[in-house]
């Protein structure tokens, strides 16, 4: 995945879909979040994994986006 394809990923990242970012198969992704072995948090949403994308850029290397909800940095 392209940085841009990587930031333009939506605020939870299907588990596949971050994998696929980590350079893993669907197959040993499952295994690793099952294992509580994944290379950054998992969460389970119902019968889904997904993991914030924020975990997800930071393990990549990548700083984490801003929005809008960020609170201004102050100026001295």
Same mark, same amino acid.
């Given at each position: 995945?392209?940085?841009?394809?990587?930031?333009? =990923?939506?605020?939870? %990242? +299907?588990? %596949?879909?971050?994998?696929? #970012?980590?350079?893993?198969?669907?197959?040993?992704?499952?295994?690793?979040?099952?294992?509580?072995?994944?290379p950054c948090r998992v969460?389970?949403?119902?019968?889904?994994? %997904?993991? +914030?994308?924020?975990?997800? =850029?930071? %393990?990549?290397?990548?700083?984490?986006?801003?929005? #809008? =909800?960020?609170?201004?940095?102050?100026? +001295?």
């Amino acid at each position: 995945m392209t940085e841009d394809e990587l930031r333009a =990923l939506p605020v939870s %990242v +299907p588990l %596949v879909e971050a994998g696929r #970012a980590l350079c893993m198969g669907r197959t040993k992704a499952h295994e690793l979040a099952r294992k509580k072995q994944f290379p950054c948090r998992v969460l389970r949403l119902g019968g889904a994994y %997904v993991v +914030p994308k924020t975990e997800l =850029l930071r %393990v990549l290397g990548y700083d984490a986006p801003t929005t #809008a =909800l960020d609170p201004e940095p102050a100026t +001295p």
